[in-house]
């Protein structure tokens, strides 16, 4: 094509890079490119940790907003996800539910913000010790529920099924309950963030690469662009429903190690 039409001789699109997802570490002259990331967490314990003894600080009858908003989310947590899926021992687990879905909601917020621009659960590393500290959780609950060999026989051991299908069960059992739960939470977390921030990333890129080439291109500019903003909002979504089913399968493998039956 000719001239101002489409200029692309002139400027020479690059897609984004998977190291684009990360940004640049400001700290990696140092040799140490989690720092952006680790500074990220802990300012997301400390936002969390901060806003809750703040809406917990004064107890009144008619809450203020801060009140308000630590109230709704704990209670969000408390009765939308601990008591509809564990049930009436499920209160044990709230503190540590509630935390876990205020810190990865927060730690998934960071993708979309300004001054941040990087989501560190989007690191498999994060998602990965999120997913482990799930794992001591209802790997412990159960252990103190049953003991260790009744709580291995309960993830094991379906009843009712004919002793020569146990031989083929019990590993599948094994495999599903002990060793593949926790992976599929981090992956799941990992791959939806990391996903979400590059579709943003090429709309991003394409909308710089047309501006530049010129002409009607600089127009068609708008289409990435609106298709970036829409993105950004869609990841908004992204970032709250996957702390939300992260949390609700922690409450769910906790229901499972504590039941009584398989």
Do not use: C, W
């Not at 601990?82 to 209160?91: F, N």
């Not at 540590?96 to 879905?101: C, D, E, P, T, V």
């Amino acid at each position: 094509m000719t001239g101002s039409m489409l200029a692309v001789d002139e400027v020479e699109f690059a897609p984004p890079e998977v190291e684009s997802a990360f940004f640049h570490d400001p700290f990696d002259a140092l040799g140490i490119s989690s720092i952006k990331a680790m500074v990220l967490l802990a300012i997301g314990v400390l936002i969390v940790v901060v806003f809750m003894v703040a809406s917990a600080r004064k107890a009144a009858v008619v809450p203020g907003r801060l009140a308000f908003a630590g109230e709704s989310l704990y209670g969000f947590v408390r009765n939308g996800i601990a008591r509809e899926v564990i049930g009436k021992e499920s209160q044990k687990y709230v503190p540590f539910l509630a935390s876990l879905f205020l810190f990865i909601l927060v730690q998934n917020l960071f993708g979309i913000l300004p001054f941040a621009q990087h989501a560190p659960t989007s690191q498999f590393a994060v998602p990965a010790v999120l997913a482990g500290l799930a794992y001591l959780v209802y790997i412990g609950a159960g252990v103190k529920k049953h003991g260790a060999l009744g709580y291995l026989k309960s993830q094991t051991v379906i009843p009712g099924v004919p002793v020569a299908m146990h031989i083929i069960l019990i590993p599948i059992e094994f495999l599903s309950n002990l060793i593949l739960r926790p992976a599929t939470l981090a992956i799941r977390l990992f791959a939806n963030m990391f996903a979400g921030h590059m579709l943003v990333l090429v709309a991003s890129s394409g909308t710089l690469f047309l501006l530049q080439t010129g002409g009607l291109n600089s127009v068609i500019a708008i289409l990435p662009f609106i298709g970036g903003l829409a993105l950004v909002f869609f990841e908004l979504l992204i970032a709250a429903l996957q702390a939300y089913v992260f949390t609700i399968l922690t409450a769910v493998y906790i229901q499972t190690s504590i039941a009584d039956e398989h």
